[in-house]
C-alpha cells in the first residue's frame, strides 16, 4: 500500500434518514461528500464493485457502512475501491 492510498470504514446510516426508494443513490453521495472532506479533492471516481456493493440489496437497504480503499489518482482526483480491488493504470 503506498502513500497515497487509504483504507477506511465509511459510515453509511445517514442513508436511512431519507426515503426508501433513494437510499441507494444518498449512499453513493454520501461516500463521494466523505472522500472529498477527508482527501480534500474535487472529483471522486467509484469503482462499479463499490457501486454494486452498494446496491447489492436493493436501493431501500444498502449497507449501514462500508469499508474501501481510497487512492489518490492526482492533486483533485481520488478513486474509491473495495479493499481487495487494484488499481487499474
Known amino acids: 500500500m ?6 477506511t470504514t465509511i459510515p453509511l446510516r445517514k442513508a436511512y434518514y431519507v426515503p426508501r426508494q433513494k437510499r441507494a443513490n444518498k449512499a453513493i ?21 463499490v457501486n454494486e456493493e452498494i446496491w447489492r440489496r436493493n436501493r431501500e ?13 492526482d492533486e483533485d482526483t481520488a478513486e474509491v475501491l473495495l479493499p481487495e480491488e487494484e488499481v487499474e493504470e
Open 2 to 7: 503506498s502513500s497515497d492510498e487509504i483504507v
Open 29 to 49: 453521495r454520501l461516500i463521494k461528500e466523505y472522500v472529498s472532506r477527508h482527501l480534500h479533492v474535487s472529483t471522486v471516481k467509484i469503482s462499479n464493485r
Open 61 to 73: 437497504r444498502p449497507p449501514r457502512r462500508i469499508r474501501v480503499k481510497i487512492v489518490r489518482i
